[in-house]
């Protein structure tokens, strides 16, 4: 099946690093990737829509300028937390999807960033 | 997208079958029944989509109801390492995005 990969898979750095997370889908071309954050006991909140070759799509409350979304191909989006701070420690999740319509999401495996 | 209702929790005794419900009652004609699942601190794993007709794959079961207001994912044999969150999602077809819900919690008993 689809597959999604996500880099890297744990982050532990200083309050006011900026990370950087990469998310390939490794089978299939995505012009659509989607970034999700979780939070513990909660479920997974949509951040933004990232489309190839165009700017991202962000949901209400989510600061474009602190989460930057990059999809230079159809194979490669990445998320950079900029100047992060410890309320921005959580799970972070991408997803994307196959170019038929209709096809289910595929998810990597999450990044946890911790910023102590 | 549909608004979807689950039960948040769910125990099954590991080797019988679980049968998780969902309600979707505001279901349009165009929209899919989707089903995901969450093993804890790992991404959400696809298991199974369907319009109107049951579908089946090597996962499990998808059972959708012929007024289409709610469906039933069946995992035929439970495994330990079936625990996790399931999260029953309605959109439309095409390239909408998948939003989740609170989920079930399904636990395996051995």
């Known amino acids: 099946g689809a597959v999604v990969s996500q880099h890297p898979s744990r982050v532990i750095c200083k309050s006011g690093t900026s990370v950087k997370i990469e998310c390939r889908s490794l089978?299939?071309?995505?012009?659509?990737m989607f970034w999700y954050r979780q939070f513990p006991k909660q479920s997974l909140m949509l951040m933004a829509t990232?489309?190839?070759?165009?700017?991202?799509?962000?949901e209400q409350g989510v600061e474009k300028d602190k989460f930057l979304i990059n999809h230079a191909s159809l194979t490669l989006s990445t998320l950079t937390v900029t100047s992060a701070h410890p309320e921005d420690s959580s799970f972070y999740i991408c997803?994307?999807?196959?170019?038929?319509?209709?096809?289910?999401?595929?998810f990597g495996d999450g990044t946890r960033l911790s910023i102590l | 997208d549909a608004k979807t209702t689950q039960p948040p929790s769910m125990d099954c005794a590991e080797g019988r079958a679980a049968n998780l419900p969902c309600n979707h009652s505001?279901?349009?004609?165009?929209?899919?029944v989707y089903w995901y699942r969450q093993i804890h601190s790992q991404g959400p794993q696809y298991i199974i989509h369907g319009l109107k007709n049951n579908e089946t794959n090597e996962m499990a079961s998808l059972i959708i109801t012929e007024d289409r207001k709610s469906s039933t994912l069946i995992l035929p044999h439970a495994t330990l390492r079936d625990t996790a969150v399931y999260y029953c999602i309605v959109k439309a077809g095409g390239y909408q995005k998948v939003t989740f819900g609170i989920g079930t919690k399904l636990q395996v008993i051995p």
């Open positions: 089978d299939f071309q995505a012009t659509t």
């Open positions: 990232s489309n190839e070759g165009s700017k991202a799509t962000y």
């Open positions: 997803s994307a999807r196959e170019r038929t319509a209709n096809q289910p999401q595929h």
């Open positions: 505001t279901i349009s004609g165009n929209e899919y």
